[in-house]
C-alpha cells in the first residue's frame, strides 16, 4: 500500500477534461429538442397559470375557500415553474463555470 502522501497526490489528478462542443454527431439536433421541450414547458404554464387564476377568481367570488386556496397555490407553483424554465440556461451556465473554478 503506498504512503498516504502519495494516495493524496493520487486523488488530486487533473484528468484534463473540459466540455467541447462538437465532439459527438447529433449536438444540434440535441439542442433543439431540448429547446423545444423547454418552449412546450413555458406553453403548458401559460395554460396552467391561466386556469390557476380562473380557478382562484371562481373560489373567490363563489365562497369556495378550497378552490381559491388551491387556486392560488397553483398559480404560485405556474409562476415558480415559468422562472425555473426561463433561468434554466442561466442557472446551467452559472453553476458550470463556478464549477470550472474548483481547483
Known amino acids: 500500500m503506498p504512503p498516504l502522501a502519495d494516495r493524496i497526490v493520487y486523488l488530486a489528478f487533473d484528468p484534463g477534461i473540459t466540455p467541447k462542443g462538437g465532439g459527438l454527431p447529433g449536438l444540434a439536433v440535441l439542442k433543439n429538442v431540448v429547446s423545444s421541450i423547454n418552449m412546450f414547458g413555458i406553453i403548458a404554464v401559460v395554460g396552467?397559470?391561466?386556469?390557476?387564476?380562473?380557478?382562484?377568481?371562481?373560489?373567490?367570488?363563489?365562497?369556495?375557500?378550497?378552490a381559491e386556496a388551491n387556486g392560488k397555490k397553483g398559480?404560485?407553483?405556474?409562476?415558480?415553474?415559468?422562472?425555473?424554465?426561463?433561468?434554466?440556461?442561466?442557472?446551467?451556465?452559472?453553476?458550470?463555470?463556478?464549477?470550472?473554478?474548483?481547483?
Not at 50 to 66: C, N
Not at 77 to 90: P, R, S, T
Open 48 to 66: 396552467a397559470l391561466a386556469v390557476s387564476l380562473g380557478v382562484w377568481a371562481w373560489g373567490h367570488h363563489t365562497g369556495g375557500h378550497q
Open 75 to 103: 398559480a404560485v407553483v405556474a409562476a415558480g415553474a415559468a422562472l425555473g424554465l426561463g433561468a434554466a440556461n442561466g442557472i446551467v451556465a452559472f453553476f458550470s463555470a463556478l464549477g470550472s473554478q474548483v481547483q
